[in-house]
């Protein structure tokens, strides 16, 4: 159910601009209506995959790992949440031809969680800066998603990773279980950083596709 609630939001936010954009008759409202119709259709399809799967409630989906652009991936969830309010998000990308093996599906769902954690991160009375960042780390894709919210206490560090941890003040809970477990499924691996008031860094690291080899080797 989590998961299924993360994209949906976002979704009619992007609906309700939609509708806007339309009313205020802009010159942009094709190209617009483009950007969000694919987003929209990518995201109802993995709703749909998801809730086929759920007579197997109890396991995510059997991942089906394939050649995924990262940059790409990225630049789809942003676009999902790009109409929430008060919120400012900057895409720090080193390079566009980053590729890893993964599943479509579930890498969205690791960057949905991210990012919807980040809005709720932010409080009501601070405008709200989220940047997601790209690099080439060696033989790593290494991704960051950086927000200026409270941060997080000391007393929950340890639980973020906790499947049974949920806490409505922290924005957190089930969903970053599902990250781990997913970025591990890929062979990689998920940190953080965090200061009370100031913000937190989630910092994730994927082996790249065999095919890329590391950023010293292209050099």
Do not use: C
Request: aromatic share 6%.
């Amino acid at each position: 159910a989590h998961e299924i609630k993360n994209p949906l939001t976002p979704m009619k936010l992007s609906v309700q601009h939609l509708k806007r954009t339309w009313d205020d008759n802009q010159e942009n409202f094709d190209e617009y209506l483009e950007k969000v119709t694919r987003t929209l259709i990518e995201q109802i399809d993995n709703l749909s995959f998801i809730a086929s799967e759920f007579s197997n409630f109890a396991k995510m989906p059997k991942a089906v790992n394939e050649a995924i652009n990262v940059a790409g991936s990225i630049r789809s969830a942003i676009t999902l949440f790009s109409n929430t309010e008060n919120i400012d998000f900057v895409f720090e990308n080193e390079s566009d031809s980053i590729v890893i093996m993964a599943d479509k599906e579930q890498l969205s769902r690791v960057f949905i969680n991210l990012l919807k954690n980040a809005i709720q991160s932010i409080p009501d009375n601070r405008q709200g800066k989220i940047v997601v960042g790209l690099v080439l780390n060696g033989d790593k894709a290494r991704i960051s998603v950086t927000d200026n919210g409270k941060g997080i206490p000391a007393d929950l560090q340890n639980k973020l990773f906790t499947p049974s941890f949920t806490t409505k003040s922290s924005g957190m809970g089930l969903g970053l279980s599902i990250v781990k477990s997913i970025i591990e499924s890929f062979g990689g691996n998920i940190t953080f950083k965090t200061k009370v008031n100031a913000g937190t860094t989630f910092i994730i690291e994927l082996p790249v596709h065999p095919s890329m080899g590391s950023k010293d080797e292209q050099e």
